[in-house]
C-alpha cells in the first residue's frame, strides 16, 4: 500500500546538477513530514533534507546546505530533491520517505535512485 518510487538518477559531472523525483501513495502524504535520504557504498544511511507538510520550514545536513533545495507538491503527492553544485561526495542512492520513518508504524523503503558524480 505504501509506496515510494524514486526518480531522475544518474551520472554527472562535478559542478552539475540533477532533480530527483519521488512519487509517494498510500497514506495522506499532506499531512506528513517528509524526507530525503541517502546511502553510499559501506555507508550507514543518513538523512539529508527535511520538509514540514505545507513545506515550510525545511531543514538540510551541513555538507548540502546552499546546494541542495527539497520542495514538495501536495496536489500530487510528490517530493523533489534539486541538488546542485554537484560533488564526488554526492555520490549514493538516494531515497525519499517519511521523517521519521516510522510515522505510519511501520517502516517503508522504496528502491532509491543512483546518483553517480564523476568525471
Known amino acids: 500500500q505504501v509506496q515510494f518510487v524514486e526518480s531522475g538518477g544518474g551520472l554527472v559531472q562535478p559542478g552539475g546538477s540533477l532533480t530527483l523525483s519521488c512519487a509517494a501513495s498510500g497514506f495522506s502524504f499532506r499531512t506528513y513530514t517528509m524526507a530525503w535520504y541517502r546511502q553510499s557504498p559501506g555507508k550507514e544511511r543518513d538523512l539529508v533534507a527535511i520538509?514540514?507538510?505545507?513545506?515550510?520550514?525545511?531543514i538540510y545536513v551541513d555538507s548540502v546546505q546552499g546546494r541542495f533545495t527539497i520542495s514538495r507538491d501536495n496536489a500530487k503527492n510528490m517530493l523533489f530533491l534539486q541538488m546542485n553544485s554537484l560533488t564526488p561526495e554526492d555520490t549514493a542512492v538516494y531515497y525519499c520517505n517519511l521523517q521519521p520513518p516510522s510515522s505510519l508504524g511501520r517502516v517503508y523503503w522504496g528502491q532509491g535512485t543512483q546518483v553517480t558524480v564523476s568525471s
Open positions: 520538509i514540514a507538510n505545507l513545506g515550510f520550514p525545511t
